[in-house]
């Protein structure tokens, strides 16, 4: 029973907190099976920390409180970074507020399995310990790196390869910020009582700005796609920028080519006018059931891609919206 309390104890805050997360973003930006991969990242990224630091500080000949002031928190941070890195580069994170969420997932994973670990070495510890490890350390974790994701996601716009570059900010915070909760370990209760304060404030205060902006790249998202679809299928496109341009690169490729080029135009904006709209009506309280067409209209967008060729799809970059957010929805829409 001790063991379950001690359990309970260090382990529910975090995920109650991230849960909260969950449930404040009003657009339903990250799918449940999202979620669970990224705390499953954070579990591997604390096993991988295990083994770095088991081997690191006998090297580095420190004592166990400078090593987890100044040496830890640069190799934990870093290995729960990787997995930012990766969603970055997968485009799997199209807003700050999904970023947050992701990160506080990987913190969440890592707190798990460093509080279980603790919980085996030290099977006597007292309440009091579990509390400030739940309510402090847990929370610690999933917050700096939900600070680190939304930094670099702040950073990064472009699609593909991500500068690593990007990362150090974020990750310069989340090093310090850890650094500094390990400083404080000989004041516990005041440790734990700034984490609880301060980040929660913090995340409101970046969750009602990223919905804001959420919001606003709907609406102009919306109308300029639905312009150009209608454009398309009324036969009108060669009065709009994208039928212009087209028109002038005409020459450069054969015409069944050009053809696809207006399909391939057609289909990305009716995908993005049907991811938008999944994610207002989540927002509206409703959960939208999968589309079966979809599928379909997939595999025709590779095959479209194909036959285009990279050159062709190089000539047509300007008009396919390939930032990250655009790409982001395609991903939301294909993992439905």
Known sequence: MTTVL??????????????????????????????????????????????????????????????????????????????????????????VVDAAIHGFGIGTGFALLENLYYLRVNPDA???????????????????????????????????????????PGLSVAVVLHSLYNHFLL??????????????????????HSERETGAWLGAGFDTDQELLRAVRSGQVSATPAGRYLHTVRSSFPAEVIVDMLCLLRLRAELAIHAKGVLMMREAGFDPAPDPALKDKFEELRYLERSIGKTGLLALHPFLHTSTRDLWQLNMLNEA
Request: net charge positive.
């Open 187 to 208: 004041q516990p209760l005041l440790a734990t009582a700034l984490i609880v304060l301060v980040f929660p404030w913090l995340s409101i205060a970046v969750f009602q």
């Open 126 to 168: 007292t309440l009091w310990t579990w509390i400030v490890r739940g309510f402090g350390t847990a929370i610690m974790h999933g917050g700096a790196t939900a600070i680190l994701a939304m930094v670099s996601k702040t950073l990064h716009h472009r699609p593909g390869a991500v500068r690593l570059y990007l990362l150090l």
């Open 6 to 95: 001690a359990v309970a104890v260090s382990v529910l805050p975090v995920f109650l907190f991230l849960a909260a997360l969950v449930l404040i973003d009003s657009y339903k930006l990250v799918a449940l099976r999202a979620i669970l991969l990224s705390i499953i990242a954070g579990v591997v990224a604390g096993l991988a920390s295990y083994v770095v630091n088991v081997q690191l500080r006998p090297a580095l000949d420190l004592d166990p409180a400078p090593y987890s002031m100044y040496v830890a928190p640069v190799v934990e941070e870093a290995l729960k970074a990787a997995f930012v890195l990766y969603l970055l580069h997968r485009s799997r994170v199209g807003f």
